[in-house]
């Protein structure tokens, strides 16, 4: 059987599938593909993982926010690192209640120690290991170091069509007022996710491959359970690094990725592998 090649998908799927101009930002390439079937869409998703060294994840987005490459939340501002540090570090501090406790955080990997487990007695109420507090506070609307990906096509592409609004909410505080509760009202309970009225008048819809590199197997280095190194950056299963007590990760198909080029500029590549979207991108995104 002859070997597949994203011109014979091209020529195969002519009147479905186009090859647009690639979009570049920060040394980072990102080829984008326009897609008008779910067959084509299939085929080429498919063709990506076939030629890729290592994990294939996605990423689904209603609208491209500039600079087109997608980035964590807490690293899309003009914040130093060292200022995104403190604000990981203050999360960690109230999560796990341990009195803003000096944490070695570096900026080039994420927090992998699991020497301060968080009690029942804590803001986050499930224990947990330390390493995992980053990554599920984005889950649930906190801005982290962590880029929301998922192994499910079936699940980006729901996020590619959902919209993400701000509401209104009561003021949960009474009395004196509680960082915890501020923390939480500020950036958790007032989102609301939904699908539009009608999908079918969604002009565009989004979806980022990404491949993290070969996965690296090292006799001797022990990771955290859900936690993978690929050459290019980390990825933490969902499913395996959280309980099921919280159902968000689970009902996504969470991956998450921590990956140094993204989160500070020069430190690495992430191989963007495609950017498909539905129904062609126009000229003045490009």
């Keep these: 059987m002859k070997r597949w090649s994203a011109e ?7 009147d479905e599938l186009h090859v647009e101009n690639d979009i570049c930002c920060n040394g980072l390439s990102c080829p984008v593909i326009s897609v008008d079937t779910l067959e084509a869409l ?10 890729s060294d290592g994990p294939v994840l996605y990423r689904g987005q209603s609208s491209l926010y500039n600079p087109y490459v997608p980035r964590p939340s807490l690293c899309r501002s003009s914040a130093s690192s060292d200022s995104r540090l403190r ?7 109230v999560s796990g209640r341990w009195n803003n406790e000096a944490f070695d955080i570096s900026k080039f990997k994420p927090i992998l120690s699991s020497e301060k487990p968080i009690t029942n007695h804590s803001a986050i109420a499930i224990k947990l290991e330390s390493y995992c507090v980053e990554p599920l506070l984005q889950h649930y609307g906190i801005q982290t170091r962590w880029l929301d990906l998922t192994d499910s096509l079936c699940h980006a592409l729901f ?27 500020e950036h958790v309970l ?31 280095s022990k990771l955290p359970k859900g936690i993978r190194r690929c050459a290019n950056g980390w990825i ?13 990760p689970h009902s996504q198909h969470s991956f998450m990725l921590f990956a140094p080029s ?10 963007i592998l495609s950017q498909i979207d539905r129904g062609g991108l126009g000229p003045a995104l490009l």
């Design 42 to 51: 299939i085929q080429a998703v498919g063709y990506l993982s076939y030629i």
């Design 8 to 14: 014979k998908i091209a020529s195969h799927r002519a």
């Design 87 to 93: 604000t990981v570090e203050n999360y960690l501090s």
């Design 262 to 271: 993204l989160v500070n500029e020069g430190a690495g590549t992430v191989k």
């Design 159 to 185: 996020f590619s069509v959902v919209k993400d609004e701000a509401i209104n909410i009561v003021d949960l505080s009474s009395g004196e007022s509680s960082v915890d509760v501020n923390l939480v009202s």
């Design 236 to 248: 933490l299963d969902g499913r395996k690094a959280f309980p099921s007590t919280y159902l968000r």
């Design 190 to 220: 007032n989102r609301s996710v939904r699908l539009p009225p009608k999908c079918e008048e969604i002009n565009y819809c989004y979806l980022y491959v990404l491949s993290i590199g070969r996965e690296n197997h090292s006799p001797n």
